[in-house]
């Protein structure tokens, strides 16, 4: 089945940069944009940015442009998100999800958080 | 920018009533207006695409409908698993960029 598995929960301190893994299964993994979005502790839900898995082409929401980089390793069909200079506010549940109409599928997120 | 204003953030509805949920765009687009669910601990799961569009085993009392700047979501007959948090978004056809509204609480009144 259809299927996005991500890496396991982080606690980072500030200033540090995190990396998340989000490894696809199930389909044709060049064939569909990864999207990232974050959803803060109580919040809503974020979009940072997609990952064209086939080109390695990028889009990032502004908010997060110089912070963040997304790249994929097709061998593994696997697709990451970095980011770095984390502050308390970067604390949040990220979830990769593919695109296509709408969100279909998504990751299971992974939980990271960002204390001194 | 275009801006998704939920309404309203919090709906109070009893199991087996209908459930009216709204959204709107700050600007007109293309119907490319989304639903989500997301229950607590979960990841969010699509319900609604292309404004009106149920996803692949989405029961039926869950419709979409809209155009414009107006979109809703409406719950028939609402079931106990069916109280969770509702969100709308808009994507551009391509290259793809979305926009989430802030969510609407459905809870059992």
């Known amino acids: 089945q259809v299927q996005l598995v991500q890496s396991g929960a982080e606690m980072k301190k500030p200033g540090a940069s995190v990396k998340v893994s989000c490894k696809a299964s199930g389909y044709t993994f060049i064939g569909y944009y990864m999207n990232w979005v974050r959803q803060a502790p109580g919040q809503g839900l974020e979009w940072m940015g997609w990952i064209n898995p086939n080109s390695g082409g990028t889009k990032y929401v502004q908010k997060f442009q110089g912070r963040v980089t997304m790249t994929r390793d097709t061998s593994i069909s696997t697709a990451y998100m970095e980011l770095s200079g984390l502050t308390s506010d970067d604390t949040a549940v990220y979830y990769c999800a593919r695109d296509g109409d709408g969100m279909a599928v998504w990751g299971q997120g992974t939980t990271v958080t960002v204390s001194s | ?109």
């Open chain 2, 1 to 109: 920018e275009i801006v998704m204003t939920q309404s309203p953030a919090t709906l109070s509805v009893s199991p087996g009533e209908r459930a009216t949920l709204s959204c709107r765009a700050s600007q007109s687009f293309l119907t490319n207006v989304a639903w989500y669910q997301q229950k607590p601990g979960q990841a969010p799961r699509l319900l609604i695409y292309g404004a009106s569009t149920r996803a692949t085993g989405i029961p039926a009392r869950f419709s979409g409908s809209g155009s414009g700047t107006e979109f809703t979501l409406n719950i028939s007959s609402l079931q106990s698993e069916d109280f969770a948090v509702y969100y709308c978004q808009q994507y551009n056809n391509w290259p793809p960029e979305y926009t989430f509204g802030q969510g609407t609480k459905l809870e059992v009144k």
